[in-house]
């Protein structure tokens, strides 16, 4: 539990520290949550998160509440610090390419 809480709040700082600050949901558990701004905004994140072979799950409307749009991914006690970083540093890229600046 200590190391699943210690990469939650690894990859939590990691997001905020790179502009995602208004988009990472609130949360303490394994889950994190991006929030995006629309139908496009997230298939264009979900896509640029795949090729670099990083998977989440999509929610939108009707499968999420109207107006909300957001990744999910989980985190796990086996993550290593190289996987920490790539995530964040992977997210860090997107957020640039997308123009989410």
């Known amino acids: 539990r200590e190391r699943l809480a ?3 709040a690894f990859l ?3 997001l905020i520290d790179a502009g995602y600050g208004d988009h990472v949901h609130r949360s303490d558990r394994q889950i994190l949550s991006v929030v995006t701004e629309s139908d496009a905004a997230t298939v264009a994140f979900r896509d640029a998160c795949v090729s670099r072979g990083i998977h989440g799950s999509v929610f939108v409307p009707p499968a999420a509440p109207e107006g909300r749009h957001f990744v999910r991914f989980s ?3 086996e993550l290593s610090e190289a996987d920490l970083s790539r995530f964040v540093d992977s997210l860090r ?3 640039v390419s997308l123009g989410w600046t």
């Open 6 to 8: 210690a990469n939650h």
């Open 93 to 95: 890229e997107i957020r």
């Open 75 to 77: 985190c796990h006690a």
């Open 12 to 14: 939590k700082a990691g």
